[in-house]
């Protein structure tokens, strides 16, 4: 009992058509036309292995294999098919590819299966379209409110309850919840879209914690003034207050250390002329960590820091907080499996933290949850030239096909 990595390579380029930038990388944003072609070709696949197909509330897209006990708690496969504008071939959808292909080698060795296993393929990970992200998972999880659906809208003004039912999904976040107990594992393989595994040679990274994420943004407010005829000491420069604050993050999560991270991405001032003193900033800093008291150590120190900076450039400062992720443990006895696992099929794995955000995130809040990596070429992603060996993809199928196969048999505790 093998899977057939070619019947693999065809779903991921077969899924690659399904494009509105053909020619630089692939572009395939929520409710959207290359959505419902995907998914189509998604919904194919899965009554050609006869399996139960349904949408739920939040256009989730489920292919069920019966279990022998259709009341078990299911085990659940998938990832997302959505992609970020311009991205690659890989992300999401070789998770995708593979939950697909575990099953077709459930069908194809007519193995018998105590636990129900479905497939979820999901539209809505990289939240482009609505600025959201996470959504489909968020939804299972109970995570998302009515009230997104209505605030969240894409660049026409479109909200995203107005695009489902322009797609023709009912809206209806309440009964797509999956409750508590309900679902056994919810496994996902994704690259790993960092240089981790490559660098060090493993074939597949079994991810031990995905980190927390605490974005916020600081508002300078000075005084414009004539860059020639306003002398030094009599300035507020939002520039400088701001300048200050970059570094300050930068050292702070640096003295912190334990591979915490944070980034200042966006800056933007006003009136940003050459020969004007900027009187407004406006910075975004990202803070992540696996530990949340890092992330809050990393705040409440910027706080401090920024009451100096405040009095320093005599310049007006506020902060406010935009999204609070806590980290996320992935569930250690699915890592313990699958290490035995690999051990058996005589694959190295290598235990690791995420840097980026998964549906798996989610998940973990209703499901036992594992998160498998494949290595990323040059740890490149979002991006065109995103590439994943697809001898590394046949690696990371044979593990969630051996471990859904003990997982889903009777004997795995009833
Ligand atoms: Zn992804």
């Not at 959207?32 to 998914?39: C, F, I, K, P, S």
């Amino acid at each position: 009992m093998k899977s057939n990595l070619s019947r693999v390579i065809q779903d991921i380029e077969a899924l690659s058509a399904f494009n509105s930038t053909p020619g630089s990388g692939v572009t395939r944003l929520a409710f959207t036309e290359e959505d419902r072609m995907a998914r189509e070709y998604i919904k194919k696949q899965m009554n050609e292995l006869a399996l139960g197909v349904w949408e739920d509330g939040y256009g989730n897209l489920f292919g069920r294999k019966e279990g022998t006990n259709p009341n078990a708690p299911v085990i659940m496969l998938g990832s997302h098919y959505d992609s970020v504008t311009n991205g690659g071939l890989f992300d999401g959808v070789a998770g995708l590819a593979a939950a697909l292909e575990v099953v077709r080698v459930f069908k194809e060795s007519q193995i018998e299966n105590y636990h129900p296993v479905e497939i979820v393929a999901m539209n809505d990970e990289e939240g482009v379209r609505f600025g959201t992200g996470i959504s489909n998972s968020r939804v299972m999880a109970g995570l998302m409110k009515e009230e997104e659906l209505d605030r969240a809208k894409d660049q026409d003004g479109i909200t995203l309850r107005e695009a489902m039912e322009i797609f023709g999904v009912t809206p209806d976040l309440e009964s797509a919840k999956r409750p508590v107990g309900s679902i056994k594992a919810f496994l996902e393989r994704h690259i790993e879209q960092g240089p981790i595994l490559e660098n060090t040679g493993q074939d597949l990274g079994l991810v031990e914690t995905i980190v927390g994420l605490d974005k916020y943004e600081v508002v300078f407010k000075g005084k414009s003034g004539h860059a020639g005829t306003t002398p030094m000491d009599n300035r507020n420069d939002a520039l400088i207050a701001a300048s200050e604050v970059i570094l300050a993050v930068n050292r702070i999560v640096k003295d912190i250390g334990d591979r915490t991270v944070g980034t200042v991405g966006q800056l933007s001032l006003s009136p940003n002329a050459p020969n004007v003193i900027p009187g407004h900033a406006h910075l975004s800093i990202d803070v992540r960590s696996t530990k949340e008291e890092n992330m809050k150590e990393a705040y409440a120190r910027l706080v401090k820091e920024v009451e100096v900076i405040k009095e320093k450039a005599d310049v007006e400062i506020m902060i406010s907080n935009g999204l609070y992720i806590p980290p996320v443990n992935m569930s250690e006895a699915l890592i313990r499996l699958m290490e035995s696992v690999c051990q058996r099929l005589g694959y190295s794995s290598l235990r690791m933290n995420s840097g980026a955000g998964h549906d798996a995130m989610a998940m973990a809040k209703v499901a036992p949850t594992s998160l498998v990596f494949v290595p990323s070429k040059d740890g490149l992603s979002h991006h065109p030239d995103e590439w994943t060996d697809y001898e590394d993809l046949e690696k990371g199928i044979e593990l969630m096909l051996h471990t859904v196969l003990e997982l889903s048999s009777d004997l795995a505790g009833r």
